[in-house]
């Protein structure tokens, strides 16, 4: 093949993978965003750099364990509005980004100016329609107040739909269910705070003129002893309750109830007690005469009374907010609570994996121009940055990962996002250690692109799924033993077979676009590369799986149960195995092995990804964001495998035309 022709293959290969990395991104980043003008809040103003770092680092029980602040809102401006921050007009016309702790912050301490956030992704226009909201566009977001006005119909209509089974929900119904559930939780944010913006009224205290007073609701829990001594009188003598003091109870229950819920901030003093206090429960405390010690909620009460009622000054607001998060911090530290809470905190403020994927994308153009350059000068300069940008991104991945695990106190792989991320770590490694080991270029380019494209997937996963992926894992895999040895074996043989399956596409484009300009021996390299990869993918599979049924029968009394999870894992040995042995066989050649090893990266997906949607066996944990990325890997697949036919039927009429 002419020298010429080589070159045109090697730009052709450049533009084709441009066009499918700025597809992704379309597809992926830009497209799964709705569109939406800057919403103008009149009178917004952001909170002080200060103010954010204090609140922060407060700790909150959620989801199972205890984390700052900042964590809490941040997946929970992400389920609510499918983003971690978000724009308005405030004051003067200034545009303020706002980020999850701002935005939670407003919630709690400023729910005036909150209701008028674009808080709530709505993706179907007809969940608006259906409750008389006039929509902006098909796709956008809207803030409470926008809503508000076809709340009771969007709860009757949520009601209406629960009854119909998951399964059989039109997409409009099941989103105007989400979106019931959403206003409800966000309700519960804005509204936490009111028992102390408001207190209670003391109904016929007020004499002619004179108003009725108002007093705190932690002077009322002070009086909890006396007003169960009046209601106990009462009982006892059959009488009716006074209804003065029947309003005042009514008050404090409504105020409890508005506070039970959204934030769970208060660490019970009692160490043994597991389960952290909202604000509401600690009104109820000195109410219901709990075993709690009612001293330490009423004070927990005052702390956060003075804390919401001082928002309008800003250095009062820092001094109350400080005295609450030193309050809370040493309690939770006195149970052992709070030691990972600052490393959370930094954690997210860092955003490693968002720069690993600058690194990739940023090695991914070198890696493409390195193969248009062909040999010399530039093509050494371009081989030395993209080997340096693609290890900075492998150890932008590998810090948080770490990270992850000192946070999480076990292995890191333990859900179907921790796979996704370690995925992309080890394999952008096995890569380069192939690369150092082989000197040949092709694996030092598919590092980078196969970092890029698992990190999109990461963070694409998140926005769908919208959960704390540090929470505790589910019984049946709360093992550090396990995941350790099982689990990660499980994870590298993806890892693997999916590296394999990459490297074989190369294979295919470099023979189907001339990118080799005929040399056997590159070809030889990479078909012993993809050979040891399988292999690899094998020994890892096939140990893990004898170990998954160690643990099963540890965990479930059965070794083996025809689950959907290790089907898969069983599919993927007994696919590479007969990989090779049809290799050692003479059945396959160069041409075939790698057909087949782009097919394992199906394989592995099924295994891997497809299985936890199937909603049945002991190993469906209920993930269900990404179901649309599983097709569409397959027929990316679909689609290289029948390029590599065309491009071998192609060859072989070269060839034939050339002999005769």
Known sequence: MSNSSSKAGRWIAAVLALLVLAAIFTNLVIDNMPKGEVRQVEGYTPWSEETLRIAEMLPVQNGGRIKPLSTFAGFTMLGLHGARSMEVEGSGGKVVRIKPTAWLMDSLFRPQLAIKLPTFRIDNSAVLEAIGVKPRGKRDRYSYADIEPGREKLVELAKTYEAIEKDKRDPVQAQTIDLAYNLRNYESLIGYFGFARFGVTLHGSGKKDVPDQHADISAVMATAPQIRQQIAQT??????????????MQQVFDAANFAKYGLFILPPADPKDPIWLSAGNAIMVPITETKIDPQLAIADIKVLESTARAVSDEGAFNKELVTLRDRLAKRAEARGEYRHVPLEASYYQKNWFLYALVFFVFGTITALAMCTAGQGKAALILYWTTLATTAAGLVYCIIPIVKR??????????????????????????????????RRRFALGVAPILGTLLIILARRFELGDANDNMDPLVAVLNSNYWLTIHVLTITLGYSAGLLSAFMSFIYLLMRGLGLDDGDKDIRRSLTRAVYGMICLTLFLSLIGTVLGGVWANDSWGRFW???????????????????????????????????????TGAVVTFSWWHVNFLGVGLHNYGFTAGKGTIWQFYIVILAILVFGVIARAIEGSGKARAAA
């Open 235 to 248: 009982q006892a003598q059959g009488q009716p309750m006074d209804s003065h003091l029947q309003s005042l």
């Open 405 to 438: 695990c000192i946070i999480m106190q076990r292995p890191p792989v333990g859900n179907l996002y921790d796979t996704i991320i370690f995925i992309a770590a080890t394999s952008v490694l096995i890569a380069l250690i192939m690369e150092w080991m082989t």
């Open 561 to 599: 149960g025809w689950d959907p999870k290790e089907n898969g894992a069983l599919l993927i040995v007994l696919w590479t195995l007969s990989i090779l042995h049809a290799r050692l066989g003479g059945y396959i050649k160069e041409w075939g092995m790698h057909f087949a090893a782009v097919f």
